[in-house]
């Protein structure tokens, strides 16, 4: 069973000044796309070093398959979920990020503020989306078709390198 965290990064969210939408739409988008497991959740404030500490006892104790970070991509001062998911992310997986923004960028020229890093830490998938509900729906649209296969990959499934085979349709 895929074992999924959702960290939602917002200062006032934390604090109890408005509810966390953008987490528990994540959680409710997992739950019916996927089936998979939401083994973790929490919301904490736009601190690099709670962030960094957090997505790595997640990947390492916990062993989660995929943590699905929301806000603090953007330009503001706080934003600062970027910087944290490098510091503890082995490999970036920059596809995932530039097919977000991609997508996005139909939509909204304000994509192109988007800071959203992707990357591996040991077996885990950490990808960062954006904070507002909306957003997130779409970022998860684009990315959740290829997510069973990426996990199948990190975990070494043996099944997993078969969707890399062209097989002749005739």
């Known amino acids: 069973m895929t074992k999924v965290g ?5 200062t006032r969210a934390y604090h109890g000044v408005y509810a966390d939408e953008s987490g528990e739409l994540i959680r409710q988008i997992i739950h019916e796309a996927t089936g998979w497991e939401v083994a ?17 006892a997640w990947a390492d104790d916990a062993r989660l ?17 970027p910087e ?9 997986a920059p596809g995932l990020a530039e097919a977000m923004r991609a997508a996005s960028l139909q939509k909204t020229a304000h994509a192109m503020l988007s800071r959203a890093v992707c990357g591996i830490r040991g077996r885990t998938l950490i990808v960062n989306l954006p904070g507002s509900p909306r957003a997130v729906h ?6 959740l078709p290829v997510l069973p296969h990426a996990l199948a990959l990190l975990q070494e499934n043996p099944d ?3 969707g890399h085979r062209f097989e002749d349709a005739s």
């Open 6 to 10: 959702i960290l939602s990064i917002s």
């Open 40 to 56: 973790s959740y929490l919301v904490l404030p736009d601190d690099a070093a709670q962030i960094r500490d957090q997505l790595a």
């Open 65 to 81: 398959d995929l943590i699905l970070t929301t806000g603090g991509t953007g330009f503001a001062p706080r934003d600062v979920t």
């Open 84 to 92: 944290a998911t490098r510091a503890v992310i082995e490999r970036e």
């Open 138 to 143: 779409e970022n998860l649209d684009v990315i």
């Open 160 to 162: 997993a390198e078969a």
